[in-house]
């Protein structure tokens, strides 16, 4: 064999290797798929093990103390409901466990394995692309945290060379050469999915395990005595959720977040590294926005702001969840706006009120038919501090120089987009998409509409009636307000198409006139338009004037999912345009600004306080 050819052939050989893992892992994602049903609901997490002889007897004592001490962690957070599956690195290198909750079984996967052989990690990186891709897990989300599935290293970080199949580790097969291509395989998962690393053995190489965590989104190098830390991962994401909503801007100043704290989890104790770690979380917040929000955050080119397809709803039209809704409380229980049809068929881009952004399905795609888990409706978008926000309606302005490309003086537009430039992104009644001037070097190129004038209305209604073309039965304004919360309806279904035309004209949401601009008018009452009779369980607050008013649908709606989840729960709610964390063993309200209190009550069947 000449000399020249020994680099070909190595190429040759890496490139047939990569191709087989990549092969099993399709394979091992349409595993997971097909075990859907025992998946948990929660965060996904997936272990790679290191097994090999190199991590010694001391390595493995260590890696299954970690490894139990984390499930067990998980298995005392069942409202979590954490997604486990386990990958060994070894003699052999597959997937031990497919993704499932069942803690117990998890734990004792490691009873009869045996020890021992290379340690080909890359392998096992590709392997895991079973767990990642292909819908083979899931992706949860918690307020407006978004967890993308993490992996967790147990390993001393000396890689063999993945091309070889070999008995035992040598000293020469852990070469330069198997460290590059580990890095390189890290590098790309960890652009997305968060790697915890935990060193174990006599002698683990730290430098190989901080470099594959530190160039991961959120990672870690974690001790192996540090195990149970890390095993509340998810447990303190969620409390850092919850301040990131309700503190906004504040949760740069330790003081403010723990003792918020204290106010939200009155009843949980932290310790003082759970607060280190939720303190830290609220303070890089941008770790856990979607891959789609990523690539806004980076400039990257994605398939946001372009209309593909035109049985889709155009592009700013504004959704709640639909029929086929499975994604939790992604929404926040409220509306938004599409912003882009994804490169996928069946599937659009949606930036909610609350600012996260996130792909759902509508209609037809490869893997699923007709399903629609959003729905056009015409509630218009209402600002809170904000000058200007995705989903307004907007038209030609004083600095107006862009000729007819809206079609005309006094047409609406759709702000599909705000950067904090100055400049939005507007989707006009012709279909045509700019980027105009708001505040940019003090241009306003737009005028904001007032969202309750017949224009305004008119034009949101015009949106939906397009949709409902496309909409299975024509019936995009059917649901009410009750399934968009996810809550059981008494309505009768809607089995006529002409009924389903004329609900079109019905109001979806009712919105208080002057709520818009947050003025004092605007008021939280329960009237005819917005409520359909009492519900059985029905919650009251007292005001200064000792008088029992009830909260509001959504408020109520609210209260109520908290309660039946536990009775000894807080939940913040809105009243008047003030937030009030309701206690609800003690039967008190708190304003979260002035820290008054007031009474409330749960009045069941229907009675009165």
């Not at 083979?136 to 091309?163: E, K, V």
């Not at 729905?375 to 926000?389: D, K, T």
Request: aromatic fraction near 10%.
């Amino acid at each position: 064999m000449s000399i020249f050819q020994v680099p070909i052939i190595m190429a040759e050989r890496l490139e047939t290797s990569s191709i087989l893992w990549q092969e099993q892992a399709e394979f091992e994602a349409r595993k997971n798929r097909d075990l859907r049903f025992q998946h948990g609901s929660g965060p996904s997490n997936i272990f790679i093990l290191d097994i090999s002889s190199s991590i010694g007897d001391e390595g493995v004592r260590q890696m299954k103390e970690a490894f139990t001490t984390i499930i067990d962690e998980y298995s005392k957070h069942p409202d979590i409901d954490e997604n486990v599956a386990v990958i060994i690195c070894g003699r052999e290198t597959k997937f031990l466990r497919y993704f499932s909750n069942q803690y117990e079984d998890i734990k004792s996967c490691l009873d009869d394995i045996e020890f021992g052989g290379p340690s080909p990690l890359t392998a096992a990186f590709l392997l895991s692309h079973g767990g990642l891709n292909n819908d083979a897990s899931n992706i949860c989300w918690m307020a407006n945290f978004h967890f993308h599935q993490r992996l967790i290293l147990i390993s001393d970080g000396r890689p063999t060379d993945f091309t070889i199949i070999s008995a035992d580790d040598t000293p020469v097969m852990e070469t330069d050469e198997a460290k590059r291509h580990l890095l390189q395989t890290a590098i790309i998962i960890g652009r997305v999915h968060p790697i915890f690393c935990v060193p174990i053995g006599s002698n683990p190489n730290l430098r190989i395990l901080e470099f594959i965590s530190g160039h991961s989104k959120g990672g870690k190098l974690v001790r192996y005595q540090d195990a149970m830390q890390l095993g509340k991962c998810s447990y303190n994401l969620r409390a850092a959720s919850v301040m990131l909503q309700t503190m906004k801007n504040d949760c740069h100043d330790k003081e403010r977040v723990v003792a918020s704290l204290a106010l939200h989890f009155p009843y949980t104790a932290f310790t003082e590294k759970d607060k280190e770690d939720i303190f830290e979380m609220c303070t890089r917040k941008t770790l856990f926005c979607s891959y789609v929000e990523q690539k806004v955050e980076s400039g990257e080119e994605t398939d946001l702001f372009k209309e593909r397809n035109p049985i889709m709803p155009c592009l700013g039209s504004r959704v709640r969840r639909g029929r086929d809704w499975k994604w939790d409380n992604q929404d926040n229980r409220g509306p938004g706006t599409v912003i882009g049809h994804h490169i996928k068929d069946g599937w659009l881009h949606v930036e909610w009120d609350t600012s996260a952004i996130s792909s759902y399905r509508y209609g037809y795609s490869r893997a699923e038919l007709n399903k629609y888990d959003v729905r056009v409706c015409h509630e218009p978008r209402i600002l809170e501090n904000e000058m200007i926000a995705t989903g307004c309606l907007v038209t030609r302005g004083t600095d107006w120089e862009w000729d007819d490309q809206d079609g005309g003086a006094g047409n609406i537009g759709s702000v599909i987009s705000v950067h904090s430039t100055g400049i939005v992104i507007v989707r006009w009644r012709n279909g045509f998409i700019s980027q105009y001037r708001f505040g940019c070097h003090g241009k306003f190129d737009l005028t904001i509409c007032d969202p309750f004038s017949e224009e305004s209305i008119e034009y949101l209604k015009e949106q939906e009636r397009n949709a409902a073309l496309n909409y299975p039965n024509g019936d995009q304004a059917s649901f009410s307000e009750g399934d968009a919360l996810g809550l059981p309806s008494n309505r009768p279904a809607i089995s006529e198409k002409a009924q389903s035309v004329d609900t079109l004209n019905k109001p979806i949401l009712h919105v208080v006139k002057g709520k818009y601009f947050k003025n004092s008018e605007g008021v939280d009452k329960i009237t005819p338009e917005n409520r359909r009779g009492r519900p059985m369980n029905q919650w009251f607050w007292k005001d200064d004037k000792g008088k029992w008013n009830p909260y509001s649908i959504e408020m109520n709606d609210r209260i109520n999912e908290c309660y039946k989840r536990d009775p000894k729960s807080t939940v913040v709610v809105t009243v008047q345009d003030q937030s009030y964390r309701v206690v609800m063993s003690k039967s008190l309200h708190i304003n979260l600004s002035t820290k008054e209190e007031s009474e409330v009550i749960l009045v069941k069947n229907g009675a009165n306080p």
